[in-house]
T-cell receptor, first 109, second 113 residues
Framework: GQNIDQPTEMTATEGAIVQINCTYQ??????LFWYQQHAGEAPTFLSY??LDGLEEKGRFSSFLSRSKGYSYLLLKELQMKDSASYLC??????????WGAGTKLIIKP | SQTIHQWPATLVQPVGSPLSLECTVE??????LYWYRQAAGRGLQLLFY??????ISSEVPQNLSASRPQDRQFILSSKKLLLSDSGFYLC????????????FGSGTQLSVL
């Protein structure tokens, strides 16, 4: 079966750095996506990785290791507005998105 | 620029009543369109997707149906709602070439009582 695992909840302090991990087992791989979802709102696209390595976009970076079936989202200089759920999704060999259940990130002052 | 509209934002319906949720996309042509459902604290469940007018693929057998009467219009329907249909419904679009990079509507919170 296809499976994506990410921690249910994480807590971090304002101004700090947090890493949210995602491991996957899917039928083929055609890219990994990270989305941010604030409570009661729709998800918004954050990043896309299809090759191994780190993609940096401002305070957010996303890393991929295809051989390990592993990705992480790194958030630096945390702000209160970063409190949200972060969803990992993998595009499989049929170009369908397989979604993780999301990681709820709580930022404390 | 592209925009996606979804309505209504909130809906409370009795069991057995019909449902119609509508979604329209502006600023792009021939988008891929999707209906997702998200139960509280759960991941996104793909319900339907469409790559063109009249072309609907169903991912989960249930009492819901979808239609795409126009290129940029996607409708989610039910003839008789069940309690288990409660959830957060999201419409999304992607370009033909970028499957996976989805742009979501604002969502409909459906409560079936």
């Amino acid at each position: 079966g296809q499976n994506i695992d990410q921690p249910t909840e994480m807590t971090a302090t304002e101004g700090a750095i947090v890493q949210i991990n995602c491991t996957y087992q899917t039928s083929g791989f055609n890219g990994l996506f990270w989305y941010q979802q604030h409570a009661g709102e729709a998800p918004t696209f954050l990043s896309y990785n299809v090759l191994d390595g780190l993609e940096e976009k401002g305070r957010f970076s996303s890393f991929l290791s295809r051989s390990k079936g592993y990705s992480y989202l790194l958030l630096k200089e945390l702000q209160m507005k970063d409190s949200a759920s972060y969803l990992c999704a993998v595009r499989d060999s049929n170009y369908q998105l397989i979604w993780g259940a999301g990681t709820k990130l709580i930022i404390k002052p | 620029s592209q925009t996606i509209h979804q309505w209504p934002a909130t809906l409370v319906q009795p069991v057995g009543s019909p449902l119609s949720l509508e979604c329209t996309v502006e600023g792009t042509s021939n988008p891929n369109l999707y209906w997702y459902r998200q139960a509280a604290g759960r991941g996104l469940q793909l319900l339907f997707y469409s790559v063109g007018i009249g072309q609907i693929s169903s991912e989960v057998p249930q009492n819901l149906s979808a239609s795409r009467p126009q290129d940029r219009q996607f409708i989610l329907s039910s003839k008789k709602l069940l309690l288990s249909d409660s959830g957060f419904y999201l419409c999304a679009w992607s370009s033909e070439m970028e499957f996976g990079k989805l742009f979501f509507g604002s969502g409909t919170q459906l409560s079936v009582l």
